[in-house]
């Protein structure tokens, strides 16, 4: 993989904070993991937007309960909060409860 060399300026505390994290694989690593978790987020909530303009906001009577025993699309304490889940294609993409 080809990479470039940039300077960046991020507030002291959060360097600090990341520091510790990112000892063991570099600083370098562990900033490009984040930017492509946060690149992969983007994309797929522009995704959502879109399934949702195309077809309507996913109500109440669309969705489907979280499936029991894997603590998927549930909060703190069992409460249920929408999630999104979706296959190895970025185009398939379901919102459970």
């Not at 959060?14 to 946060?38: P, T």
């Not at 894997?70 to 993409?93: D, H, N």
């Amino acid at each position: 993989m080809t990479t470039k060399e940039m300077t960046v300026t991020i507030p002291e505390d959060l360097l600090d904070e990341i520091r510790a994290d990112a000892a063991e694989r570099g600083l370098s690593a562990y900033v490009a993991e984040a930017l492509r978790a946060k690149r992969d987020r983007d994309r797929l909530l522009e995704l959502v937007d879109w399934l949702q303009e195309e077809h309507g906001a996913v109500t109440e009577g669309r969705r489907r309960p979280g499936e029991g025993g894997t603590g998927r699309g549930r909060g703190q304490e069992g409460v249920t909060r929408p999630c999104i889940a979706f296959s190895a294609s970025p185009f398939v993409l379901e919102r459970i409860a």
